[in-house]
Antibody, heavy 122, light 107 residues
Framework: QVQLQESGPGLVKPSQTLSLTCTVS??????????WSWIRQHPGKGLEWVGY???????NYNPSLKSRLSISVDTSENQFSLKLSSVTAADTAVYYC??????????????WGQGTLVTVSS | DIQMTQSPSSLSASVGDRVTITCRAS??????LNWYQQKPGKAPNLLIY???SLQSGVPSRFSGSASGTDFTLTISCLQPEDFATYYC?????????FGQGTKVEIK
């Protein structure tokens, strides 16, 4: 059973870069059958898709974040990572990593990591 | 971006009630619609994918349906563990977008 776990600093200063890693266990990130995604949730708010990557490092980013966002994959460590630059308080959120599963052209997020709260504050 | 609008934003219901949550897409998304359940402090959990397919392990009291750009999540007989927030999400095109959520509370 595939499990995902986020890790990274819980506090980032404004204008700095937010960096998070998602470690995948119970399956290989290189299998080619899935995309690997980040989703965030502002405190008390709804969900926002951030972007995804596949094992071949093809990426797809939310245009609202694209200029500041980078998602990468490390197949040797079975991890994928998010970097968001020039952060502001508006980037304070719980960040989830999730696998994008699919059947034909249909896809969905499952499973999810437990989430990690990142606060942007000086 | 495709806008997803859920209604109601919240509802109060009793154990055993039949509950219906609606999600409307701003354009046609065929059946590219998923439903998730989120409990406080937890990650969302997939319930329904492709509008009406029940995720493995999810109780059969959950069901999904579609009519045009309107999608419905139905809980046939509400159980205590079903009190949570429910989100729809379109996977028709990126950026993937979610509804604002429907909180199901105990009456």
């Amino acid at each position: 059973q595939v499990q995902l776990q986020e890790s990274g600093p819980g506090l980032v200063k404004p204008s700095q870069t937010l960096s998070l890693t998602c470690t995948v266990s119970g399956g290989s990130i290189s299998s080619g059958d899935y995309y690997w995604s980040w989703i965030r949730q502002h405190p008390g708010k709804g969900l926002e898709w951030v972007g995804y990557i596949d094992y071949s490092v093809s990426t797809n980013y939310n245009p609202s974040l694209k200029s500041r966002l980078s998602i990468s994959v490390d197949t040797s460590e079975n991890q994928f990572s998010l970097k968001l630059s020039s952060v502001t308080a508006a980037d304070t959120a719980v960040y989830y990593c999730a696998r994008v599963s699919s059947s034909g052209y249909y896809n969905w997020f499952d499973p999810w990591g437990q989430g990690t709260l990142v606060t942007v504050s000086s | 971006d495709i806008q997803m609008t859920q209604s109601p934003s919240s509802l109060s219901a009793s154990v055993g009630d039949r509950v219906t949550i609606t999600c409307r897409a701003s354009q046609s998304i065929s059946s590219y619609l998923n439903w998730y359940q989120q409990k406080p402090g937890k990650a969302p959990n997939l319930l329904i994918y492709a509008a009406s397919s029940l995720q493995s392990g999810v109780p059969s009291r959950f069901s999904g349906s579609a009519s045009g750009t309107d999608f419905t999540l139905t809980i046939s007989c509400l159980q205590p563990e079903d009190f949570a927030t429910y989100y729809c999400q379109q996977s028709y095109s990126t950026p993937y977008t979610f509804g604002q959520g429907t909180k199901v509370e105990i009456k």
